[in-house]
T-cell receptor, first 112, second 110 residues
Framework: ETGVTQTPRHLVMGMTNKKSLKCEQH?????MYWYKQSAKKPLELMFV???????ENNSVPSRFSPECPNSSHLFLHLHTLQPEDSALYLC???????????FGPGTRLLVL | RKEVEQDPGPFNVPEGATVAFNCTYS??????FFWYRQDCRKEPKLLMS???SGNEDGRFTAQLNRASQYISLLIRDSKLSDSATYLC???????????FGKGTRLHILP
């Protein structure tokens, strides 16, 4: 159904763990995004990649590290997270910047 | 003034009624506009783009008012399945920056 997939769908990690979120788009798009959605808060844009180059980084703490090895894949590497980082992390892609975005199902992250 | 503002609701509307909500934006240079729908614990999905001339898709009508800097979404003959959060999305025109509103929660009551 969706052209954007994310794994894992759920993740529980301790504050000292290192984990990675993966996003893959099958739509031939050139731009990919990471968003954070906390309870009762709007979507927060974290990172934007266009043609595999980072074009925006919205003052995200360094414990979040994105990687875009090619136009179809986007990773978010996590290390030494805090409990307040618990949220839904959504990946999206679009043909070009600021065009219609298509979202993946998200990874629901819980940091203990 | 926030870049994109929406009434968070919730709007509690009886089934079959018509409901409308607006979204205001601050940057007059904003170029493109969208409505997304997000169901509880799901990802946002595009509902419709908003064109200068307005557009209609079945029971849904979206309009743009550039003079007053707002877009609107009208839902006619509302269904229980319309219950969701509706997100307003604006391309601010600065560096192709897209801003999501906080969303308006809609509850359709049987």
């Amino acid at each position: 159904e969706t052209g954007v997939t994310q794994t894992p769908r759920h993740l529980v990690m301790g504050m000292t763990n290192k984990k990675s979120l993966k996003c893959e788009q099958h739509l031939g798009h050139n731009a990919m995004y990471w968003y954070k959605q906390s309870a009762k808060k709007p979507l927060e844009l974290m990172f934007v990649y266009s043609l595999e180059e980072r074009v925006e980084n919205n003052s995200v703490p360094s414990r979040f590290s994105p990687e875009c090895p090619n136009s179809s894949h986007l990773f978010l590497h996590l290390h030494t997270l805090q409990p307040e980082d618990s949220a839904l992390y959504l990946c999206a892609s679009s043909q070009g910047l600021a065009e219609t975005q298509y979202f993946g199902p998200g990874t629901r992250l819980l940091v203990l | 003034r926030k870049e994109v503002e929406q009434d968070p609701g919730p709007f509690n509307v009886p089934e079959g009624a018509t409901v409308a909500f607006n979204c205001t934006y601050s940057n007059s240079a904003s170029q493109s506009f969208f409505w997304y729908r997000q169901d509880c614990r799901k990802e946002p999905k595009l509902l419709m783009s908003v064109y200068s001339s307005g557009n209609e898709d079945g029971r849904f009508t979206a309009q743009l008012n550039r003079a007053s800097q707002y877009i609107s979404l009208l839902i006619r003959d509302s269904k229980l399945s319309d219950s969701a959060t509706y997100l307003c999305v604006v391309n601010t025109g600065r560096d192709d920056k897209i801003i999501f509103g906080k969303g308006t929660r809609l509850h359709i009551l049987p």
